[in-house]
């Protein structure tokens, strides 16, 4: 302290020299020495506002209009950021801390290492507040990167920040109890378990992020589902101790990253990156409607273009019977097999459905309501809305198609069937 006291005494002898010539003016010592301090702050406050003013008006003027005339991006999202901005507050700091001592250190060397202190933790904000802005910036930027929904960084600048803010906590603690940060971090190495247990959410969460990173498991804007938690929507955004998700209705849900490691979830983006999305659906046929096809039903069905080439070799002349064993003998194929062939054809000549991937129409084990005849395909169109309406027309196309082959769906009796029913007895 006296080592610094000789300093600003030997630096600054002018106020010295100020106060010896208010005290010729015959005025005591107790105010000349409040007038020096008081000419020396306005003196301080006259410099920090000068310093502020160049630094706001000048400095962020001139390096927002140069962002602006660049053709990069990076330096409009600092100031987008108000990068600039805040490293423009150091300016009147750095002047308040350094000519405090001027004015005060003679008069109370107490008040004068306070009030430094005060102005260094004021610094050390500002310094976070930059430290914010910048990594914020290189998060955006890295977001229009092509590869960064496959690798996000925003949790692993998030583990950067907590750093800056213990190491941050650390230099205040310093400042405040006047001791060296270093024995500090001495004093927190025997604490390592309670630290452990104060940060349990964000070491998971990190651990958690690295490894759905690593193995490629979610990325922004992947559709996900996840029933256990009900989600069902896009990935909007991924952080250090949760994962957000826009569900379909709107909602947004969120989950902590770990929980995708340890819980089950579907990620659609294959789907998404394959050669179309698939469509597997089952219709209930009646079975009492399933029969052998007569001579009349073959000679209408052969009017239908997609499968009138299957039809052509069928000898009709056979088929003139009605009994269903002497068709039977005659070999007549059934109703629901040339509708299944019909389906087949029509999903095969479908502009919509890929003919490279999957494409069949088979007859599941019967039911209790019936025989489910399934349409497994894969249509070209993957995005929601019209892959819904391509689909949906399809199975209308298909549902119409039925009672041109004799067929009918099953469908449970209503109470309006019963008194038909009744009606007609």
């Known amino acids: 302290m006296e080592g610094m006291e000789e300093q600003v005494i030997r630096k600054y002898l002018f106020l010295e020299d100020l106060e010896s010539w208010l005290l010729s003016q015959g005025i005591n010592e107790t105010f000349a020495q409040f007038f020096k301090v008081a000419i020396s702050l306005a003196a301080i406050l006259i410099l920090a506002l000068i310093a502020d003013f160049i630094a706001k008006r000048i400095f962020l003027t001139t390096m927002t209009s140069v962002a602006r005339r660049t053709k990069t991006d990076w330096d409009d999202v600092l100031v987008e950021k108000r990068f600039f901005h805040r490293l423009a507050h150091?300016?009147?700091?750095?002047?308040?801390?350094?000519?405090?001592?001027?004015?005060?250190?003679?008069?109370?060397?107490?008040?004068?290492?306070?009030?430094?202190?005060?102005?260094?933790?004021?610094?050390?904000?500002?310094?976070i507040?930059?430290?914010?802005?910048?990594?914020?910036?290189?998060?955006?930027?890295?977001?229009?990167?092509?590869?960064?929904?496959?690798?996000?960084?925003?949790?692993?600048?998030?583990?950067?920040?907590?750093?800056?803010?213990?190491?941050?906590?650390?230099?205040i603690i310093g400042i405040i109890i006047n001791k060296n940060p270093a024995s500090i971090l001495v004093g927190l190495g025997a604490s390592t378990a309670v630290l452990m247990l104060v940060f349990k959410d964000v070491i998971t969460g990190l651990v958690a992020s690295i490894q759905l990173s690593a193995n490629e498991m979610l990325k922004l804007g992947d559709w996900i589902e996840m029933p256990g938690r009900n989600l069902d929507g896009t990935v909007v955004d991924i952080s250090l101790t949760t994962v957000k998700v826009q569900n379909f209705d709107n909602t947004i849900s969120t989950v902590p990253p770990f929980a995708l490691i340890t819980e089950s979830f579907k990620n659609w983006r294959g789907m998404e990156e394959s050669a179309g999305r698939r469509v597997m659906k089952s219709i209930i046929i009646d079975s009492k409607t399933v029969k052998f096809c007569d001579k009349e039903l073959i000679q209408k069905l052969s009017n239908i273009n997609l499968i009138a080439s299957k039809l052509k070799d069928i000898d009709v002349d056979k088929l003139h019977e009605t009994?269903?064993?002497?068709?039977?003998?005659?070999?007549?194929?059934?109703?629901?097999?040339?509708?299944?062939?019909?389906?087949?054809?029509?999903?095969?000549?479908?502009?919509?459905?890929?003919?490279h991937l999957t494409l069949v129409v088979r007859l599941k084990q019967p039911v209790e309501y019936g025989i489910p005849m399934?349409?497994?395909?894969?249509?070209?169109?993957?995005?929601?809305?019209?892959?819904?309406?391509?689909?949906?027309e399809i199975l209308d196309h298909i549902m119409a198609a039925l009672p041109v082959f004799d067929l009918k769906v099953f469908q449970r009796m209503s109470s309006d069937d019963i008194r038909a029913i009744a009606k007609g007895n």
């Not at 009147?92 to 102005?119: C, E, H, M, N, R």
Request: net charge neutral; with cysteine; hydrophobic share 45%.
């Open 374 to 392: 399934e349409i497994y395909c894969f249509l070209k169109e993957k995005r929601f809305v019209q892959y819904e309406i391509i689909q949906s």
């Open 129 to 171: 507040s930059v430290f914010n802005a910048f990594l914020d910036t290189v998060n955006e930027i890295y977001q229009e990167l092509p590869y960064a929904k496959n690798r996000p960084i925003k949790g692993y600048l998030q583990v950067l920040k907590i750093i800056i803010y213990v190491f941050a906590g650390i230099l």
């Open 90 to 127: 150091f300016a009147p700091a750095i002047v308040v801390y350094l000519t405090l001592g001027i004015a005060l250190y003679d008069y109370s060397p107490k008040v004068t290492l306070f009030l430094q202190a005060l102005t260094k933790i004021y610094m050390i904000f500002i310094a």
């Open 323 to 355: 009994d269903p064993i002497q068709l039977m003998n005659a070999g007549a194929q059934t109703n629901l097999n040339l509708f299944r062939q019909y389906v087949q054809e029509y999903l095969n000549h479908h502009p919509e459905v890929n003919k």
